[in-house]
């Protein structure tokens, strides 16, 4: 009996390892976008002042 808690807790470690690592992933991908939509936003602000 000593042994499904054992297995629990290491399933339960590796999804929260792997929901983490995407997570991060997310959130690199989130910064790209908003640096490219920042700069999107600055070329078309610089256009119309022009």
Not at 15 to 34: A, M, N, P, S
């Amino acid at each position: 009996m000593n042994a499904f808690p054992v297995l629990v807790r290491s399933l339960t470690l590796i999804v929260v390892i792997t929901l983490g690592l995407e997570l991060q992933r997310y959130k690199i991908r989130i910064g790209f976008i908003l640096k490219f939509i920042a700069l999107f936003v600055n070329l078309f602000i610089r256009k119309n002042e022009k």
